[in-house]
């Protein structure tokens, strides 16, 4: 492999090989792209693949979508999984049904549970 290359000093940097590839190798015209995360060897010929594979493989270049609740670390490749996660999780941007009655802070995601709630603590059945 390129390592072997020639005698050449392998602590050169990657960008440093690149162009001994490209002058001694291989056509001139090709250009590799070379991973650039520390131990691994890929490369791509194109930007675009190596982009690709940063994001599929070392997780980088890639948009995240970011739990911002304090506290939390959570994060999603899709903004549709954050948004299960803060729902499951944190109980954010569900809608609540609330007790009513004065003086009671009562309140649950279903009217279900607000109905047996009124039923057992205030004694109101509807
Ligand atoms: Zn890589
Ligand atoms: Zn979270
Ligand atoms: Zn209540």
């Known amino acids: 492999m390129y390592v072997m290359l020639m005698g050449v000093n392998t602590r050169l940097s990657k960008p440093v090989l690149l162009r001994i590839i490209k002058a001694n190798v291989h056509d001139v015209d ?6 650039d995360v520390d ?8 930007a675009s693949d190596l982009k690709k594979h940063k994001a599929a493989v070392h ?3 890639v948009t995240f979508y970011v739990c911002d ?22 109980d954010l941007d569900v809608a609540f049904y609330e007790c009513g009655v004065d003086g009671c802070e009562y309140k649950a995601k279903k009217a279900s549970s607000i109905k047996k709630h009124k039923t ?3 004694g109101i059945s509807s």
Request: glycine share 4%; with cysteine; net charge positive.
């Open 30 to 35: 090709v250009t590799f792209y070379l991973c």
């Open 39 to 46: 131990g691994c060897e890929s490369k791509a010929t194109k």
């Open 59 to 61: 997780d980088l270049e």
């Open 69 to 90: 609740v304090k506290g939390c670390d959570y994060k999603a490749k899709q903004a549709c999984h954050l948004k299960n996660h803060k729902d499951n999780a944190h």
């Open 120 to 122: 057992r603590i205030h």
